[in-house]
């Protein structure tokens, strides 16, 4: 995937002739930067290795990080003062506000899936059919495409996947393959309107009109959908690096 969206953004780089940035990497340059973004860099870590090992919870580690992020941006990188975070604080309240109004739209939906039992009747529809393997992974790919697009991800893992992922197994389909086929529609989904709830974070970030990211998002959204038809029919793209450890 990463692969794919770096050719991605190599021939758009090209097609807009961006300028090019030619300097020599040396060691001595390396070395400078990793000493300036050293700091910078272990905030992530603090959020992958807090959740992973158990030690906070999400909210907690949320609020650790920013804490962390706060202090070297006052007293290491000098880069905001005192007196530039009530402004800072008053920008992303009204920044969180607007992504938690969309949010708020979408737990609607998720309130009347959950309300209505629909992973069940889901389950109870698949069963009927009697699908084949390709049949049901193509309606699986179809399903959590479109839930993507209207719902948040976590909800629809914890309504759906539960229900869908003994009848994949059943199968024959790998429960780590159908994991990730489930994580990558859901993420394509949070990328492509109506709700498209990350595209609407991403428009705040770079201070753009929702309709103009989406013209430029298309091509990246379609090669993701390569990523996930290449991961859906070939399994081997996504179990090979879990068969070496685990088998």
């Known amino acids: 995937m990463g692969v794919v969206l770096s050719i991605m953004v190599a021939i758009n780089c090209r097609k807009k002739d961006y300028p090019v940035v030619k300097k020599k990497l040396t060691a001595k340059t390396l070395r400078r930067l990793l000493k300036d973004t050293f700091l910078a860099i272990i905030a992530p870590l603090i959020i992958i290795l807090g959740i992973i090992l158990g030690v906070v919870t999400l909210v907690e580690v949320a609020v650790l990080s920013i804490l962390y992020i706060l202090l070297i941006s006052l007293f290491v990188y000098k880069s905001i003062t005192f007196k530039d975070i009530p402004r800072i604080f008053a920008k992303a309240g009204v920044f969180s506000a607007s992504i938690m109004i969309i949010f708020a739209v979408v737990g609607i939906y998720q309130y009347i899936v959950a309300f209505e039992q629909v992973g069940i009747q889901l389950g109870n529809l ?117 068969d070496l450890f685990f088998k």
């Open 126 to 242: 698949i069963d009927i059919l009697h699908l084949g393997k390709f049949e049901f992974l193509i309606l699986a790919n179809l399903f959590f495409l479109f839930m993507g697009c209207i719902l948040d991800a976590v909800p629809v893992m914890l309504i759906f996947f539960p229900v869908l992922l003994p009848i994949a197994m059943q199968l024959g389909i790998d429960a780590t393959h159908f994991g990730v086929i489930v994580v990558i529609n859901l993420m394509i989904g949070l990328l492509t309107p109506p709700i498209g709830a990350l595209l609407f974070l991403e428009a705040k970030i770079a201070n753009i009109e929702f309709g103009e990211l989406i013209r430029h998002v298309w091509p990246y959204t379609l090669s993701l959908i390569v990523v996930l038809l290449l991961c859906t029919f070939v399994p081997q793209f996504v179990t090979w690096v879990p």
